[in-house]
Nanobody, 124 residues
Framework: QLAETGGGSVESGGSLNLSCVVS????????MGWFRQFPGQEREGVAT???????TYADSVKGRFAISQDNAKNALYLQMASLKPEDTAMYYC????????????????????WGQGTQVTVSS
């Protein structure tokens, strides 16, 4: 239903782009986002995008990451630049109406749809 691609390994200061293709029945009429999970921790919101294109970002990624979507392709993207070792995590694509209301403050337990995750590793 949600499938991420684009993770990998990069050196500090480098860039990576993540993509997520979403099943049509999920994509329509909902908000989308990216979460990440550090070992032993809950998933946390990184960036979200609403139906009208409004975006929210975690403070730790503002100015470095950019979320976008392509409605014709039912696709969600995350462009990550100036990556830091502390960005190393498993990144997940997410879809749920609750993201429209709370953005990156959405608790992961409230999100219904998830991708399988893609690992991003940033070396110093």
């Amino acid at each position: 239903q949600l499938a991420e691609t684009g993770g990998g390994s990069v050196e500090s200061g480098g860039s990576l782009n993540l993509s997520c293709v979403v099943s049509g029945y999920i994509y329509s009429g909902t908000c989308m986002g990216w979460f990440r999970q550090f070992p032993g921790q809950e998933r946390e919101g990184v960036a979200t995008i609403a139906l009208d294109g409004t975006t929210t970002y975690a403070d730790s990624v503002k100015g470095r990451f950019a979320i976008s979507q392509d409605n014709a392709k039912n696709a969600l993207y995350l462009q990550m630049a100036s990556l830091k070792p502390e960005d190393t995590a498993m990144y997940y694509c997410a879809a749920d109406r609750v993201l429209c209301q709370f953005g990156v403050r959405t608790h992961s337990r409230r999100v219904a749809y998830w991708g399988q995750g893609t690992q991003v590793t940033v070396s110093s």
